[in-house]
């Protein structure tokens, strides 16, 4: 119980930094979406609580720009912004924190299951979002784009977000010694008949 607990404020603070990094963004011209730290704390979310508490992190982000808090990029809020060319990068933040959640490794915190984990976060990210990008830009008048025109258009933003993946695999490497003691994957350690202390005492129970 205390252990969901904590993996319950820890998710409430990374929708938060999500938030930030959307707010204070780089703003570019439309359609091109603006320059943000949204995805770094997404991937980063994901590699630090796993699957499930990344969902509940990037849903509960989702959700309160849904109901128009102003926690988009630009200080934008409300469901017009998913409906928007960039609405399927939104939602490309839960599948990024969920696929590097469910790709690396909280056990030992390896540094190159980090890197494929933000990586494979960064391909979930544009399979959700660039189709929705693609058409939304399609369906203007006198317009025609390809499936092609779409990622050159979002080219540069692959390399920077890359680059963030990079970086969050490499802010979990630096934080390892905290993360085994404060978020020990003591539940599969446990399954192999080993004792992983934590941070709540030998008796508490993990939860990815």
Known sequence: MKRN???LVLSSLFAAMIA???????????????VTLAVF???LSGLLLGPRW????????????????????????????????????????VAAAVVAGAVSDRRRWG??????????????LYIVGLPRFRAVLDAGPDRSVTMGAAFLMMAPYL???????????????AMRPLLAEYLPA???????????????GPNDEARA
């Open 5 to 7: 607990g904590f993996k």
């Open 20 to 34: 930030m990094g959307a707010v204070f963004s780089l703003p570019l011209p439309p359609p091109l979406p603006p």
């Open 41 to 43: 704390f997404s991937l």
């Open 54 to 93: 990344a969902l509940a992190t990037t849903g509960l982000y989702l959700g309160l720009g849904a109901v128009g808090l102003p926690v988009f990029a630009n200080g934008a809020g409300g469901l017009g912004q998913l409906a928007g060319p960039t609405g399927g990068f939104l939602v490309g933040y």
């Open 111 to 124: 540094f190159g299951r980090a890197v494929a984990g933000a990586l494979a976060g960064v391909a979930a």
């Open 159 to 173: 390399v920077g977000d890359m680059a963030k993946a990079l970086a969050a695999a490499g802010l979990v490497r």
């Open 186 to 200: 003591r539940d599969r350690a446990r399954g192999r008949g080993e004792v992983v202390p934590g941070p709540g």
